[in-house]
Structure formats: C-alpha cells, structure tokens
C-alpha cells in the first residue's frame, strides 16, 4: 500500500499519470511491484520456510508490499503455510490421499482452519511442486482471484515442457527476431548474466522445466569440454527453478570431434565415443536432461549416411544416455524431394513403431508441413501407438509475421492440441495421445521454439511474450482455455493503472484479450486462409512470394509446390486422387478431408486442388472467398489499431508507442499480403476482386520486386 | 456505319471486345472514328466548302463514317451548310441582327428550312468562327446531342485563351509531367512534327485561340532570330486553326542579347533595342501575338532593377508593340520576404491602376499565393478597375498530385470564376470583373499554364487531358458548368463502346463523371482541408512536409510561414489583428473573412489562427474535423478505385490499367498525406485522433525521411 501512495503523490505531482513510467518490458507478466495487495493478506510465512519456493514468493511479496513477509516460527492467524507431504499439517488435515495424486511437479492450495487459526497451504510432494503452487499463489494475487476459500489442486499434463532454444553457438538465433542469443557463451562459464536467473523464474513462474540451449542445426562444439564448463554454469541458474538442461547435438560429432573415420552408428569406435561423451557430461551435470537431434534433416548428417535407420542412431544414443536416465528427443522433421512432402515423416517413421529405446522420444511438429500459419495436425500424432511422440510448437513467429505482427498463438496450439486423431476412437486428441493418456511411456514432453532473444524485452514484440507466457501455461495444462491464458496474461502484464478507473482498467483487459483473442485468425486471413500454406518468400518467411521461381531449386521448397494455382484452380491435391495424403489419417477424418464438400474449409486448399469457381458454404466462389479473406484480415488489424490507440490513456507510454509503432507495420503489411496475394492468383482466376472490397494499391510487378534484406539469425 | 460492322466482326472474332483495340489516348476527346453516326444525317456538304471548317468537318465525317461527305453544289435535303454573314442564305433567313452579336470568333447552328430543304446552317463572321461552329457540331454528334431541331448561339468570354507552356528551350517543361516538351526546337524550323498540328487541332476544339510557346522563366535567346524563324514555323502551323503565337521574354534581352550596359527601361537604347526586335518578330510573323512578362518576381530581371516600376517596364515594351497590334501580359506574380506573402501582388500593383497602356493586360493567377489545391480568390481581381487584368490559372498539377493523381480542376476553376468580388457591388465575379463587363478594355484575356507534354496521351494521366479541354471550355464560356464539362469530355473520350449495351455506357459515364466532379475536394481533404496551404515538400511540391525547416531559407518558402502550428492552435492570422490581408477584399467580404464565425470554413486556415479546441459548424473541435477531413479524402480515393475498376469491361484495357495504376499510386499518397498531416500536427494539438477513423499506418520520423527524387523538370 505504501507504493500506491509514493505513486499517487508522483502522479498527482506529474499532471499526466499515464506518461509517467516509461517501461521496457524487461519484467515480463512479474510486474509484481505494480500490484496493489492488502499488507495484511498473511500475517507470515510458516512451515517450510527455507524452502526456494518460499524464498521466491518472499521475493515477490516485498515487491508488492515494500515489507518483508515475515518467517513465523508459529502458526498463527493468516498464516502462509509451505508443507511438504510428511509435514505434519498435512498428516493432519487428511490430505495425503489427495498429494499422492499429485506426483512429483503438482500442488495444492487450499485454505483451511487448523488450531483454530485460517491458514493459506501450499502443499507438494517436492520442492518443485512448492515453487509451483507458490508462483500458482503469487498468480492468484497478481490478477486479482485470490480469495480466503481457495482450493486448487493441479498438475502438469506433460513431465517435460521444454523450451528449444534455436541459438547457435556464435550468438546468433535462427528464426530470432527480439535480437541477439540470451547465452553469452563468450563470457560463460565465468560471468553470469543477470538474466539467466530472471529466465529461469519466468520458466517456472509459468511451469516450464526443461530448455534446450543450442539450435537443432547444432554444431559439433557444443560437446567439447570447454561448453560442457559453460553449459554446467547455467545448468547451476536454471537448478533451483527445476529446470532440466539439455543440448542439441550434431550426429557427425565421433567425426568431427573424435576423429573417427565416419559417424555409423554400428562402429563400435562410434558407440563408445558417445558413451564417453555423455559420461563426461554427467560428471559435470549429474541432472543433465539429455540430447535434441535433427538427423538426416535439411542437409543434416545422420544415420542414413551410413546407410543406417534413425532407430539405428537413435537407439545407440540413447543407450549412451541411458545409465544416467537421459533422454533422446529426435525429430520427425525430415523430407527428401519426391512424394508430397506432407506425407513423408510419417512415411519414414510410422515404420519404426516400437522399435525405439524406452528412453527415445519422437519430436513432431504440430502440422505436417512446417510451422504455417493453420496447418491440420500431423497424421504421425497417435499413428505410433507403441512410441512416445512429443509436440513441437513454435513460439518464435517464423511464419507469423516475426516479431513484427501481434499474433497470439494460443489458439492455434489449442486447435492442434484438441484436434481429434480418432486413433484410440474418438476423443484421442494431439494431447491425449502424447501425454501418456493412451500411449504409456516413461516420459511425455512437449517443446516450444523459444521466441527469446537478448531484446530488454525479451521477445522483441511486447505480446509476443504472451506466446511464451501461453506455451508454458499449456504445456502445464491443455485444459486450460485461450481466453483464459489471454486474460491471465493480460491482468499480470498490463493491469498496473492504479491511476485510472476501475472500469477503464476492465475496458483496457477486454480490449487486449478482444485483440490477442481474434489475432491468430486474423493473420491467417491476410497471410493464407482456407488451408493455403507455404506461400512465403524464399529466405525469409516473412512477406509473400507466391510467384518465386528459382530455376534448380528443390521443388518441395517453392510456393508453387504448395499452392498449385492454375486457370482451372488452386490448392494440393492429397485426396486419394492426389497424393493420398489423407489416407495417413484415421478414419473418419481420412473420408472427411477427402471429400471436398466435408472437407473443413479453414483445410480445403491443403487438402484439395479448387476450381475458382467452386461455391464455398456460404454461397460465394471460392475466389471470392479467398477476397474476402484477405480484406478481413487487413479490416481486422485496422481495428486493432484503433482499439489499441484507445488505450493510450491507460497504457505507460513506451509500450503503447512500441505496440502501435508494430501494429502500423503490420497494419502496412496485411495490406502488402492482401494486394500481392490477390493480384498474383488473379492472374489464374481472371475474376474480378469483389467490388465492395478495398482495391489493391500496389502493381503486382512492383510487389514481386520487394527484397527483404532479412538474414535466418539476426 | 461500315466501321461499326467491322468492328462488330473483329468484335466477335477476338470474343473478348473489352480487350481488343489498346488505346493510348493520343486522340483525346477527338474520338472521332469511334462514333457512330447515321451516314445519312448530312446529305453532303455546300455553302462555304473551301473554308477550313468545312475541311475540319469533312475530315472529322470520314473518320465517324468511313465515305468521304460529297460538296455539294445546290442545296439538297439535308445540307450541311456553311456560311459568313454576307452570304445569301444568311441574309434570306434574316439572321444578320444576330450574326451582329457574335463578333469575331461567335457562330450560330441552326436547324432552317430553306428552299423547302431541311438544312444544318453553320453561320459565323469569321472563318475563325466557322471553324469553332464546326467544332461545336462535331461535339453535338460526339456527344449524341445532335438533332434537327438544333438552335445554338456562342461567342466566346474572352478575346483571348490562351495556354502558358512552362517549356524550356532544352526540351524540358518547368512543373511538367508529361515527358518533355512537345516543342522540338532543335528540329525546328525544318522538321514540322506531325503533334503540332494534332495540337492546334485539340485547341481549337475546345475555343483557345493563343499560345505561349515558352517558360515565363525565359531565356533571352528565344529572342534571336534564330528561334525566330522557330516560333514562325510553328506559327504556320497554328494560323489556320486561329491559334496566336506568343512567347515569354526575360526582361534583360537588352543586356543579355543586345551587349547593351543594362536593361533600363529608361534607355534609349533599350527601347530602341526592343523596338528593333519586335519589328523583326512582326516581319516574320505579322499576326504574332505579343509577349509574356515575368519581371521581378523570383529572381528575374525587371524594371525594379534600375529603380523603374512595372509601369515603367511594362508600358516601354508595349510601345514596342503597339504598331503591330501587340499585346503585353505582365504577370502580377510577385513577392518579396516581409509582409504577408499574400498580401504583396495586390500592395505592389494597385497603384499602378490607371497607368498602362492600352495593350498591356495585368495575368494574376487566381489565388494571392499559388496555385494551391484551394485558395480564395486574388485581391487583385476587382480592384483594379482601370486596368485590363486576365486570370492565370495552372492546369498542370504543380500542387495538386502532378500526373499521377486524378483531380479534375473545373470545380476549382468555376468556384474562382464565379466568386463575387463585391468590387462593382453585388454579382461582380472573377469572370465578370475581367471579361470586359465591368473594366472596358481593348482585349480581355484568360490564361491555363499547360499540362501537355510529349507523353503519346499528352498529359501523363489520362483523365488530365479533362482539365485541358475544361480549361479550353471555360475559357469560351463561364457559365457553363463542371457537370457539363464532365459529361461533355467523358462522353467524347470514353464512349465507343459500340461492344456493351447503352445502359452499361451510361453507367460507364456516370461513374467517370462522379469521379471527376468530387476529385477537386477530394484532394483538397487528402492534402490541405480547412483553408491550409502550402504544406508542402520544398522542391518538389508533391508530398507532404509540413515540419519543412531549412536553415537560411526564406521564411515565405517555409511550410511553417503558412501553418503556424504550435500548441495554441493552427493557420494563418490575416484578419484585422493578424496580417490585414482580409482588407485587401470589398465589403462585406472583408469582414466576412474578418469574423471567425463568419468566415467560410473552406478558408478557415487561411484567415484565422484557429486554436485546436475550436468549434466547427457541425459540433466537432477543428482538430477532430481536419481529422475526419483527411480520412475522408482518403476513403474517397478508395471509392475511385471501386467505381473505376467496376468499368474494367467498359473501357480498352490499356487505358483501363494506366488509370487503375495511378488511382492506386492516389489512394497510397492519400494515406502518406494524412499520415503525415495528422501525425505532425498532433504533436501540437496532442489531442487523439478520433477513434473510429482509420490509424495512420507510418510512423511521424519515417515520413520525415522521404526525399523524393524529382526535379522541377522532367
């Protein structure tokens, strides 16, 4: 209470409240110094007090309230009481039945009356799960829902919720748009940077516990003895916050690194390097998590240079790690040019069902293609009914506009996550047959490509730190809704207004959660709507390129793979008169992609090659369709800009300004996409634009000779 | 009506009619082989065959019908009649009182009958005023208003129209947009481009009857004879389409040409250096025309520059040519850094009322400033009420998107022709106070600085050639209005549709004309709404750069000297407590433009430095009203982009994609310019821009960076 005061007399003295603290962004959705808390909610802290999660939540709480929470040896009235299961309050209340459900990360929170004083528990298995339940509590207080009938009990849907960090050891990112690595490598292991410390509490503020520091285009170096040091050092950061560190390895490492003639995995020179690689390392890090590896992918080495399987090469691997409970996450991401690339991880892999070690884990990503803007889930999720599979999404906005557009991708991972697969009947969604619900492993996972760069605010976009905030929520709990990740986020990150309204305060949170809400279908509207897909520039991945044509380029890396346009139509044929990519799918999804006309149209054009004239559900052509499309996305991010102009008034001024200055270009850049998209396909249809949408303002021959000077790592 | 039957052939044979003749608009409104026409309407041609209206007309017939129209000796049914006032059929039909009316350049067409034959009669005093009656029947039949009732009587407003090119003799055009002159100095006299003569043509159609072949910032050197010889080649050229030669002289040719000490106007031999040139002029072309004058006026030599007057300069060059029956324009375009800019023209010249000689004629341009998008009219006009004074208006868009913007100027043209001056009392217009009603004169005269270059459709933007015939059409009559002038020109330029039904025609041509008659005030919203004026970027005069500040400059060449804007509002204070200009005005406009409340809100910002909160008539604050002004100049050019491209069936494609070209280059200025108006301006009102409009999509420094590459001469 005493900072709303100090903050008062400042405002009142400023004249403009709302221009008053310029912030950077650097606290994340933390801001726990803007939030208003009674000094009186706990008397003090009680129980396990020595506990890092209790440390954490003191942290905090002398953030909120300018005071110490005082350690009470006794409990007393409004107590906050730390427990582990033993404990003896817990014995007491009759609550182990319920810890044990728990297991090792979940936590319960509950208010309860014990030797007649009301007491706030937090209460866990280990100390992991305090540090959870008590970042769950500083939630709670953060947005405003803590109350003195509280009963919580969570756990996480997946063991691993892991970051990939795509950071090459240099200190570039590929697909990095909020600047520079965060792993000053140079410096480490001697100098540790402030900010390893704040990542890990953002991690586990919001239950992630695993990252993997270097990119899956990983070099050889990352194994020396000399990065080992350097990874041991933040492995000591991250380890109070309960997070595991592993590393992205290069297969061709034996060769490069030990001089060994090749990297077969059947020499046994091979094997017994990595056995003695991977004990070094647990030397240093005896909870190591483990190792990524992009094999036999885009030019990669792998196993099938040697004219091995990826379950040859995974496997020897993973016996390598196994003596120490490492584990092998190995991706699913490869394709060679020839049959629909959409088919071929499946193809290469649905072979290798049950052949994996049980400490071997296959990394998917969620769309079959690669990280478009709205792809159908990949057919390889529940179709390996005997090995565990893991999704990869993407934070970083590769294909989402960078860290230029606002685009809250939340709902995308829900719609993936939810998607039935049918392969155990109905009801065996992405996420239930990936996080043990059907397929019974050792280990679940899921990972999000990192969207973190050394940016004061992390993520380059101020939303885009709601993509983190969102992919560890869900990675936590895919029951948990978009809007309510929306509005979590929104209260923690902006509601700091104690100089305005209370209403003006719920307006503003309407407006964000209205924007951050629609903003994924907005984007696919003006970037590629009704299942167009891969209609990117060559390099960057930003800006439209419908038309590139480099003469000797892989096909399979060319828009006009993916979209097919001609005067008779547009879209890929992986009906079972095309590439019968539909036939990876179980039934009836299988029939229902495959028929035009059951076909969801936000898939038809991935699914179906389209005359222009084909009449969509609601009566227009599909060219028409695709106009419109493209004119509300543009419309859409219009009125984002002026919603968002709206809040002026309640938003400190720098991050207004960096947020409107992101919407203009965005806003710019809808327009960009709608004009080149119409106009290049235009010249298929030869059909008008509708008449009562916006014209395009730019020439086709002006739009094709646009070239970003936009690098893979900035 | 052969040429329709093999149109309708080709037609059917492309089975795309829309896309079948390319049209470069090399042949402006003088469409003639696209019209249809009944072959019998004229059974041939008799009376005044061998005048060369009569040649024109047969000429024009052939085109429209394919045959050749047959002279006929006796009158047959359904003659074509040309005629002069002393012959017979004129006097038979007692016509002689009306033909006294006409005067020099007048006509009369009219349905009689005549020897019991249904005749056309073509009557005029002048072979020159046959030529425009042919021209206006040409138009009757373009236009399909031709009947057998036909009853026209016209004599032109003025003596003399004329067109100002800014040519320069090294081929390019000062504030031309259109390629490069059309005057091929270098070729001449020997070569005699075959684009002369299709221009004295286009003049005539229209009634301009006088040229200024070269840039009123001349050069001494169209004075040897060497160019002499030049200007009577292309005089030959024009005599027979009653088109006058004139030319711009720079005042010093004396010094410059004639190794004479000084220009003096004083010196003997300086008028005697003049004398001789004009003698020479005249030997070559005895119905020259006289010379055009900037003097004084941004860096030019002049009298001033040897303690002479205007008058002094001005009367010492006509006495030169007043033998020959020469007249001289001096143009009243001048200003110096101190008072008012607006105030200078009308301070400099009104004392000098009275003191010319009878052939000398004062060109004011039709605003105190320069022809910016809108201006109240000159003070000057009215208030010189015994000295002849010709409007100088700028048909080329200096100020007003140059070629690439669609902005028809009749609006602005009838708004300043038709403006009461009060000078005489009530109903003394612009038009009225120089066409001889009010001030007697010799010669009454009304000048359009040229938009016509050597583009193969002359003036760079199809729709441009609109302001040429406007002007050319105003010139001859001042009552008639913008929406006859629309409709006349799209008529004559766009309809041959011979290919689509009537009522898609008309269609066709109310949209164009809709276009056409809004685009004045639409540009004036995009670019300065409200009475705000010269805002402009400092060389090129197309964008926007209202923060313009160039370290030394003259403060009268400075945005700002015109804006004003700070915290306390915006515009320029020329009322009684300001610069006074309003008291160059008559009663009561003086004080209507004196009194805030009272003063149109068109020139609001013109007069008055109006604070930011200031009420407007509808309710709004002035800052919320320049907002929606410019939005709406915005959402106007949008418009245009529908109407125009709903026509793509209705018009050749060629024209149809060169217009839809440059309406997108339009639509995408009109947000540079409210992006940067608005955005630069808010840093003084601080007031939001309201919030349903649409957000500026740039950002205020990266405006401040654009430096377009473009010369005055291209």
């Known amino acids: 209470m005493k900072r709303t005061f100090l903050y008062l007399i400042l405002v009142s003295l400023s004249g403009l409240g709302n221009f008053l603290f310029a912030e950077d962004g650097s606290r994340l959705w933390l801001r726990f110094s803007d939030v208003t808390v009674n000094e009186k909610l706990f008397s003090g802290v009680s129980g396990r007090t020595d506990v890092f999660a209790a440390s954490e939540f003191a942290h905090a709480w002398s953030q909120m309230t300018g005071d110490e929470l005082l350690t009470q040896k006794h409990i007393a009235d409004n107590s906050l009481i730390f427990a582990l299961a033993k404990d003896k309050v817990v ?44 970042f769950h509590l500083l939630r709670m207080i953060q947005t405003n829902t803590f109350s003195d009938q509280i009963k919580v009990v969570e756990k996480p849907a997946y063991d691993l919720r892991i970051l990939n960090h795509w950071d090459n050891l240099n200190g570039t990112v590929e697909r990095g748009y909020a600047g520079r690595s965060i792993w000053k490598w140079d410096e480490l292991p001697a100098k540790l940077s402030p900010r390893y410390e704040a990542y890990a509490r953002a991690n586990a503020s919001i239950g992630l516990n695993a990252t993997v520091l270097n990119n899956v285009n990983a070099t050889p170096d990352i194994l020396t003895t000399e990065y080992i040091q350097k990874i041991k ?14 590393i992205s390895i290069n ?14 995995p059947m020499r046994p020179e091979v094997q017994k390097w ?19 590896v992009k094999a036999n992918s885009e030019g990669l080495p792998g196993p099938m240079d040697y004219g091995r399987t990826h379950v040859d090469g995974a496997n020897m691997i993973a016996d390598a790690l196994k003596p120490y409970g490492g584990l092998l996450m190995w991706r699913a991401f490869v394709y060679e040019p020839g049959d629909d690339r959409a088919k071929l991880a499946y193809k290469e892999f649905i072979g290798f069902d049950g052949k994996f070690r049980d400490n071997v884990i296959i990394q998917v990503k969620n769309g079959p293609i690669d990280f478009q803007p709205r792809e159908p889930f990949s057919p390889l999720f529940g179709a390996m009914k005997r090995t565990p599979v893991m999704p990869e999404l993407q934070i970083t906005q590769e294909y989402l506009g960078h860290s230029n557009h606002l685009v809250f991708l939340a709902p995308m991972w829900e719609e993936v996550l939810k998607s039935d697969t049918f392969a155990f009947g109905k009801g065996s969604t992405v996420a239930a047959v990936t996080d043990g619900t059907f397929v019974k492993t050792k280990t679940t996972a899921i990972a999000g490509v990192a969207n973190i760069g050394d940016d004061i605010n992390w993520t380059g976009h101020h939303f885009a730190q709601a993509n983190w905030y969102a992919f560890g929520r869900q990675a936590w709990s895919h029951q948990i809704t978009s809007k309510q990740i929306a509005e979590e986020w929104t209260s923690m990150t902006f509601d700091k207004s104690q100089q305005t309204t209370k209403s003006s305060i719920v307006n503003c949170q309407l407006s964000i959660v209205e924007i951050l809400l629609s903003s994924h279908e907005t984007c696919v509207n003006y970037m590629m709507p009704l299942g167009l897909h891969h209609i990117f520039a060559w390099d960057h991945h930003y800006g439209p390129e419908p038309w590139c044509d480099i003469p000797g ?28 990519a539909v036939s990876q799918y179980f039934s009836p999804l299988r029939e229902q992609f495959n028929n035009i006309e059951a076909c969801p149209e936000k898939y038809l054009l991935w699914f179906h090659h389209v005359p222009w004239s084909h009449k969509m559900k609601n009566g227009r052509t599909l060219w028409d369709e695709l106009c419109y499309r493209y004119d509300s996305g543009v419309q859409q991010v219009r009125e984002y800009q002026k919603l968002w102009d709206k809040l002026e008034s309640e938003i400190d001024s720098q991050r207004f300004a960096e947020v409107q200055s992101r919407l203009r270009i965005q806003a710019r850049d809808a327009v960009w996409w709608k004009n080149a998209i119409l106009l290049y396909f235009q010249t298929y249809s030869q059909m008008p634009i509708p008449f009562d949408i916006e014209r395009p303002v730019h020439e086709l021959d002006d739009l094709k000779k646009i070239k970003l000077d936009m690098k893979h790592h900035n």
Chains 1, 2 share one sequence.
Do not use: C
């Open 91 to 134: 014995r007491n209340m009759r609550l182990s039945t319920e810890m044990k459900k728990l297991g090792d990360e979940g936590f319960l929170i509950r208010t309860i009356t014990y030797q007649n004083k009301k007491l706030t528990l937090v209460a866990a298995n280990t100390d992991a799960g305090l540090l959870y339940g008590s």
């Open 233 to 246: 050092a933040l492995a000591s950061v991250f380890r109070p916050f309960n997070i595991k560190v592993f």
């Open 251 to 264: 297969f061709a490492s034996p060769k490069q690194l030990g001089r060994l003639p090749d990297a077969d």
């Open 274 to 292: 990595w056995k003695e690689k991977v004990k070094e390392i647990y030397r240093a890090i005896p909870d190591f998590g483990g190792f990524l």
């Open 553 to 580: 380029a892989r096909p399979d890396w060319l828009p006009k793979y993916y979209h097919n346009a001609s005067k008779a139509g547009i879209g890929f044929d992986r009906t079972d008169k095309g590439s019968n």
